[in-house]
């Protein structure tokens, strides 16, 4: 049974940081790209950053770009999101995914706001 459980959410102020974590179980992790999706409210589900298997490769969406960073630990069966100089509009519920497979976590919320 494959598991995602995302963590590391909260509630911050304009500009603050935020490192999520996701912890996959249920399948050989080290083999898989893994990305980030989110969703905010009354919006439809959209990516975030990838990374490959090996965390040689990643890549954002324009809206994150320089800002957040991906990254991974295999040992842990660990992806994480570093979240820098946050903004309003990053408000949403984050997930993360085994790229390839229609798989989701309850995900982590984030709401940025002053």
């Known amino acids: 049974q494959v598991l995602l459980v995302e963590s590391g959410g909260g509630l911050v102020q304009p500009g603050e940081s935020l490192r999520l974590s996701c912890v996959a179980s249920?399948?050989?992790?080290?083999?898989?790209?893994m990305s980030w999706y989110r969703q905010a409210p009354g919006k439809e589900r959209e990516f975030v950053a990838t990374?490959?298997?090996?965390?040689?490769?990643?890549n954002y969406a324009d809206s994150v770009k320089g800002r957040f960073t991906i990254s991974r630990d295999n040992g842990k069966n660990t992806v994480y999101l570093q979240m820098n100089s946050l903004k309003p509009e990053d408000t949403a519920v984050y997930y993360c995914?085994?790229?390839?497979?229609?798989?989701w976590g309850p995900g982590t919320q984030v709401t940025v706001s002053s």
């Open positions: 995914k085994r790229s390839g497979y229609n798989e």
């Open positions: 249920g399948f050989a992790f080290s083999r898989y790209h």
């Open positions: 990374i490959t298997s090996t965390g040689a490769n990643t």
